[in-house]
């Protein structure tokens, strides 16, 4: 016998086969998949494995061979492409259309009032983009130069300008962060708007410049430890690792100086899912803090709450210059296009120096 369908069965049925085409196509794209899982991506070398290990079995990390590939992968539409990535602070400009707020407001609680800096989170006076998850600070290394350790921690960043070191330096491929060194070896802030409110800057960077044997940010210290110059600027996030492994190696942060800070954070893309609060929570804490920071990543916390383990290092000093030390920190601060032109103005003019000195060549100010 026939049977007719009702218009609200018919509907119902309509419904029902819409909702399993729906959800097949979710399945066929992975998306109820038990073996989808969270992305967390981060450059090669530069994720402390004990932390990343224990992330959530719902996790997985996942390496890109440099920031710029990173970088391309985070400003892709395509949903799920990464969940979290772990990211300089400097590339927070370039980054921030491509994220959304960090969300989980108790992590950031505990955090030093240096982690808060608008430069570190990438809101400005907004919601946090970026979540400060560890800090550096820029210091010189030495290879078998004990006169020059000394030297260092009299003298500072002024060192950097020293005839005797001529073509020993190896110093960071960024314009921005040598002249910011320059500035604190002349007394200024390394966040001088206006360089023309900076006497003697021109003189300084050039000569600076001409005393550099490279510039070199991934292999700085590959350099220094092969015997390609004597002395290198770098973070003491990458430096303390090495310390440990070669006994020719002295890192000294200046005092004459405010700790110029370089910093680590996670950022999630704009379609990104959950951030893993007890695996973030755990970086403070035990086994795992103790991991990090033997890798040379300290946790933006004040020191009482890094003890016992932070005490256990041989490189405390360097890991954390202290509470008093922090609060004069200072960070890099996005730069205007006028700012940058400034500053490529003030490079071009010290490497055209150096050029005429040495052959060298020119270098650029990152984007």
């Known amino acids: 016998m026939a049977q007719s369908l009702t ?10 086969g819409v909702g399993v085409l729906a959800g097949l196509r979710l399945w066929r794209s992975g998306a109820f998949s038990p073996d989808k899982k969270q992305r967390l991506l ?51 400009p370039q980054l921030g259309p491509r994220l959304q707020p960090f969300g989980a407001p108790e992590l950031f609680e505990p955090l030093l009032k240096a982690a808060r800096d608008p430069a570190v989170l990438g809101g400005g006076a907004g919601a946090p983009m970026a979540f400060p998850w560890a800090f550096g600070s820029w210091v010189m290394v030495f290879r078998n130069r004990p006169a020059w350790v000394e030297r260092s921690r009299r003298e500072g960043w002024f060192l950097l300008a020293a005839e005797e070191l001529r073509d020993e330096w190896i110093l960071p491929a960024s314009p921005r962060v040598v002249t910011a060194l320059v500035l604190q070896s002349l007394g200024h802030s390394p966040s001088t708007v206006d360089l023309s409110l900076a006497p003697g800057l021109a003189a300084r960077l050039a000569t600076v410049a001409r005393r550099a044997r490279v510039f070199d940010s991934r292999h700085a ?49 704009r379609r990104a899912g959950p951030v893993p609060k007890p695996w973030l929570q755990a970086s403070a804490k ?36 202290g509470d008093e030390s922090m609060a ?4 890099l601060q996005p730069l ?4 940058q032109a400034q500053v490529q103005q003030a490079w071009d003019e010290a490497m055209g120096e150096r050029l005429r000195s040495t052959g060298a060549g020119r270098g650029e100010v990152p984007g």
């Open 221 to 269: 210290l590959t350099r220094l430890v092969n015997g390609y110059g004597s002395a290198a600027v770098a973070p003491s996030w990458a430096v303390i690792p090495q310390l440990l492994r070669d006994q020719r190696l002295v890192a000294v942060r200046p005092a004459a100086s405010p700790p110029l800070l370089s910093w680590q954070v996670l950022v999630r893309p």
């Open 286 to 321: 035990g086994a795992t803090l103790n991991a990090l920071l033997q890798a040379g990543f300290c946790p933006p916390l004040p020191m009482a709450a890094l003890q016992p383990q932070l005490d256990q290092q041989p490189a405390a000093t360097l890991l954390h210059p």
């Open 42 to 92: 981060h450059v090669e070398g530069q994720g402390p494995k004990a932390w990343l290990q224990q992330l959530p079995r719902s996790w997985a990390a996942q390496s890109r061979p440099t920031m710029e590939r990173l970088a391309a992968d985070l400003q892709t539409h395509e949903a799920g492409a990464a969940d979290l990535a772990m990211v300089g602070e400097a590339w927070l």
């Open 7 to 16: 218009r609200r069965q018919l509907l119902t049925t309509v419904g029902v």
């Open 336 to 339: 205007t296009p006028a700012q």
């Open 328 to 331: 004069q920190a200072e960070t």
